[in-house]
């Protein structure tokens, strides 16, 4: 019989795990001796042992091992065991890989907010606008491209001669997680004949606006952009007298460098 220290060199099992299990009640010593009080082990525990060490690396704690050590040559039963050990594995997997999406998320986020330079906010009127306009529910916010290909597509199929800036003016009030109604919109010199989805329409006079510019990727951008809006807005005792939107000064279309993009964030509003 062996000692413990001399087991484990054996078994490539710490003394602190075999004692472990021993107090779990999964492996007990083959013998206790009575006069030095060793514990003594056989090399006959060492397929039990292997049971073991086996079950727990598959992720099986200590009271599933217990139960599943007697029925572990009933190939029936641990099919089962496994394939339930197997499902709990995969949803644990997919709860990981959902956090490290989150985390590459943020990741994303916050550097594209440090090439991101949000300026001071500005109170102004806005002036009139024509403009050709889209307006549609999207699947959500970061899918706004969609509307632009499919305005773009219809502006350059007519030829339509458009400003080279656009608008997005966001009609929900609040933030949605998903289903935003979304309108964008591109300046033109005169109003021409709406065809179905595609309409022509004048933005109306805003008198006073709350507006901060930031350059730089439009995620992570319009965040910091907004939260500077929300605390001058507080400070500076405003409220919202109408529907956010932003203005796209200086385009992807006019500059392939996302750091090099300027945009205009407008609130109109009013004073409490």
């Known amino acids: 019989m062996f000692k ?5 060199q054996i078994v490539r099992v710490s003394p602190r795990m075999l004692r472990y299990y021993e107090q779990s009640g999964l492996l007990m010593p083959a013998k206790v001796d009575s006069v030095s009080g060793y514990r003594l082990y056989s090399a006959g525990q060492i397929p039990l042992l292997s049971k073991i060490t086996l079950l ?3 992720g099986f704690g200590v009271e599933e091992i217990r139960a599943l050590l007697p029925l572990y040559e009933n190939p029936e039963a ?5 394939e339930g050990k197997s499902r709990e594995i995969r949803v644990a997997i997919a709860a990981e ?8 998320a943020l990741r994303g986020k916050l550097e594209k907010e440090s090439v991101s330079m949000v300026y001071e906010v500005e109170i102004k009127s806005l002036p009139a606008v024509k403009v050709l306009s889209l307006r549609g529910i999207i699947p959500q916010y ?13 502006i350059g199929e ?3 001669a458009a400003g080279k800036d656009g608008y997005s003016t966001y009609f929900d009030g609040e933030y949605k997680e998903s289903g935003p109604d979304v309108e964008i919109a591109v300046p033109v010199d005169t109003l021409g004949e709406s ?3 595609f309409v022509y329409k004048e933005y109306a006079e805003i008198p006073l606006a709350a507006t901060v510019r930031f350059s730089g990727p439009f995620d992570g951008g319009y965040d910091a952009a907004g ?6 807005m507080e400070r500076s005792g405003y409220q919202f007298a109408g529907y956010l939107r932003g203005h796209v000064l200086t385009s992807p279309d006019e500059e392939s460098n996302p750091e090099k993009w300027l945009t205009e964030l407008q609130a109109p509003v009013k004073k409490v």
């Open 4 to 8: 413990i220290g001399e087991f484990s």
């Open 56 to 58: 727990r690396d598959m």
């Open 78 to 82: 641990m099919r089962t065991a496994l």
């Open 97 to 104: 890989q959902d956090k490290l999406q989150k985390i590459a």
């Open 142 to 154: 970061r899918d706004e491209g969609m509307l632009w290909e499919k305005l773009g597509k219809y």
């Open 158 to 160: 007519r030829q339509i």
């Open 195 to 197: 065809r179905g989805e």
């Open 227 to 232: 939260q500077k809006l929300a605390d001058w």
